[in-house]
T-cell receptor
Framework: DTAVSQTPKYLVTQMGNDKSIKCEQN?????MYWYKQDSKKFLKIMFS???????INETVPNRFSPKSPDKAHLNLHINSLELGDSAVYFC????????????FGSGTRLTVV | AQSVTQLGSHVSVSEGALVLLRCNYS??????LFWYVQYPNQGLQLLLK??????LVKGINGFEAEFKKSETSFHLTKPSAHMSDAAEYFC???????????FGTGTRLTIIP
């Protein structure tokens, strides 16, 4: 009964590869997010989708491309992975305009070698 | 842009002692404010939130926070620390009508037996 689930939990890959992280929520929320947490635990928003529409697109390299096939899913595809992409990526969801916080997934630890 | 400042990247308290984690926000208009906790290798869990109702907000695990507009603060407290409280704590802010949740840099809480 996980509310926000991400797969995979761990991802180790070589520089230059392309990888995807998947996220699904079963809370009925209409908005989903991707956050990046660096080695110093700093959390920074990357993208947000509301009902499949991109509403937040922070300064993120073009190698990162989110895709939302429906409002319950938000995937993150990363091309040409670099060492600096190593981080923990968190998916989250919320209901827009209710002043609520987000519900977070358990994270995907990406290590680029 | 909205921001939050967490004073003290590391806080250590003895078991049974008062926990005080500090958070100040930058907006002149009271926003939505949140405290999240992150246990090792886990996602973020919502502790409590302020959404312009009561200024003293009670959360899970015995934590509470008080919104003080005059000080632009939203400090997190717990009367008696427990070993299980050891974790990273994040303050976050969200403006009205804004989807983005902006996090502070986090405070690592260590409990001394």
């Amino acid at each position: 009964d996980t509310a926000v689930s991400q797969t995979p939990k761990y991802l180790v890959t070589q520089m230059g590869n392309d990888k995807s992280i998947k996220c699904e929520q079963n809370l009925g929320h209409d908005t989903m997010y991707w956050y990046k947490q660096d080695s110093k635990k700093f959390l920074k928003i990357m993208f947000s989708y509301n009902n499949k529409e991109l509403i937040i697109n922070e300064t993120v390299p073009n190698r990162f491309s989110p895709k939302s096939p429906d409002k319950a899913h938000l995937n993150l595809h990363i091309n040409s992975l670099e060492l600096g992409d190593s981080a923990v990526y968190f998916c989250a969801s919320s209901q827009r305009r209710e002043g609520l916080g987000y519900t977070f997934g358990s994270g995907t630890r990406l290590t680029v070698v | 842009a909205q921001s939050v400042t967490q004073l003290g990247s590391h806080v250590s308290v003895s078991e049974g002692a008062l926990v005080l984690l500090r958070c100040n926000y930058s907006s002149s208009v009271p926003p939505y404010l949140f405290w999240y906790v992150q246990y090792p290798n886990q996602g973020l869990q919502l502790l409590l939130k302020y959404t312009s109702a009561a200024t003293l907000v009670k959360g899970i695990n015995g934590f509470e926070a008080e919104f003080k507009k005059s000080e632009t603060s939203f400090h997190l407290t717990k009367p008696s620390a427990h070993m299980s409280d050891a974790a990273e704590y994040f303050c976050a802010v969200r403006d009205f009508g804004n989807e983005k949740l902006t996090f502070g840099t986090g405070t690592r809480l260590t409990i001394i037996p």
